[in-house]
């Protein structure tokens, strides 16, 4: 399989002022450097006309999601929990999650996210997705980036998320494969 990859990154905020733009231009900057995927976005804003409370496009989403062979979540946490707004856009659909892997970018106060991660990581198995154990997370995150968004740990947060998306490249390859193989739905049927 030599054909490049689709890797869907998901903005998980959809407040104004949101940080999710800060922390998804650093990772899109690092993603565009590496070859054999192309990148999609997934933005809650877009997909309800820029307005963030109109009504979610879920043709639209549901295109998206079905075309994409990986998803990066990039989510913030909001009291010890993911935002409505992605949840709202995860259950949109069902069927074009299926048999794809999932990472995580977190961000956030003292935990980094990582609560709000840990909650995704229940819902995606509904979703019969395979999620990343490992997971790039930014604890206290308005003092990680300076003002042109650029991390102050550029090294060690790319190390991260280098080993991510490695694990997921090889999920999204393994798991392609397999659903060309055998459609996923058959499989229980």
């Known amino acids: 399989m030599n054909e490049k990859m689709t890797i869907a990154v998901v903005y998980g905020s959809a407040r104004q002022g949101r940080f999710c733009d800060t922390v998804v231009n650093w990772a899109l900057t690092e993603l565009w450097a ?8 997934i933005d809650p804003l877009e997909l309800k006309g820029g307005a963030g409370d109109g009504v979610l496009d879920g043709e639209a989403l ?11 979540i990039v989510t913030p946490e909001y009291n010890h929990g993911y935002p409505a707004c992605l949840k709202e ?10 048999a794809k892997p999932v990472g995580f970018i977190s961000y956030g106060g003292v935990s980094g996210g990582l609560r ?34 650029n991390p102050f740990k550029a090294a060690e947060a790319k190390a991260g998320l280098m080993v991510m998306l490695r694990r997921l490249k090889w999920w999204a390859s393994a798991l ?4 060309a ?9």
């Open 34 to 41: 590496e070859c054999g995927f192309r990148i999609t976005l």
């Open 62 to 72: 549901e295109d998206k999601i079905a075309a994409a062979d990986a998803f990066i």
């Open 89 to 98: 856009l995860i259950d949109s659909c069902y069927e074009p999650w299926h």
């Open 116 to 149: 709000a991660v840990e909650q995704l990581r229940q819902v995606f198995a509904e979703l019969h997705t395979v999620t990343i154990r490992d997971t790039v997370s930014f604890s206290n995150v308005w003092g990680q980036f300076d003002a042109a968004g």
């Open 176 to 179: 392609k494969a397999a659903r």
């Open 181 to 189: 193989e055998n459609a996923y739905a058959g499989v229980a049927a």
